[in-house]
């Protein structure tokens, strides 16, 4: 069983940036691709970014690339996402999630374990 929470979300204004991060515990943190989730008022869950288990491969959303990084620290248990260049739309309850599987996947239904959440408000 993994334990995932998430910190770092917040209110900032257009153009501003905010790093999220999501710690792990209970399980072997290397084990597992780690992914990025956002879920909008009224809207459906989105995959942001996801990360291999070692860091070599990465995936993001089309709305989020060139502004988002995902990164991880296997020895910190520890997955991050940095969002620079925020945008109202942007606004949303950010999740992280572990995936147990072989292959990273933009999925949400591939993943095993979700944190509770963080809240990031962008204003315009």
């Known amino acids: 069983q993994v334990q995932l929470v998430e910190s770092g979300g917040g209110l900032v204004q257009a153009g501003g940036s905010l790093r999220l991060s999501c710690a792990a515990s209970?399980?072997?943190?290397?084990?597992?691709?780690m992914g990025w989730f956002r879920q909008a008022p009224g809207k459906e869950r989105d995959f942001v970014a996801a990360?291999?288990?070692?860091?070599?491969?990465?995936y993001y959303a089309d709305s989020v690339k060139g502004r988002f990084t995902i990164s991880r620290d296997n020895a910190k248990k520890t997955v991050y996402l940095q969002m620079n260049s925020l945008k109202p739309e942007d606004t949303a309850v950010y999740y992280c999630?572990?995936?147990?599987?072989?292959?990273?996947?933009?999925?949400?239904?591939?993943?095993?374990?979700w944190g509770q959440g963080t809240a990031v408000t962008v204003s315009s």
């Open positions: 999630a572990a995936e147990g599987g072989v292959r990273v996947t933009t999925s949400g239904a591939e993943y095993d374990y």
């Open positions: 209970g399980g072997t943190f290397s084990n597992y691709a």
């Open positions: 990360i291999s288990w070692r860091g070599r491969t990465t």
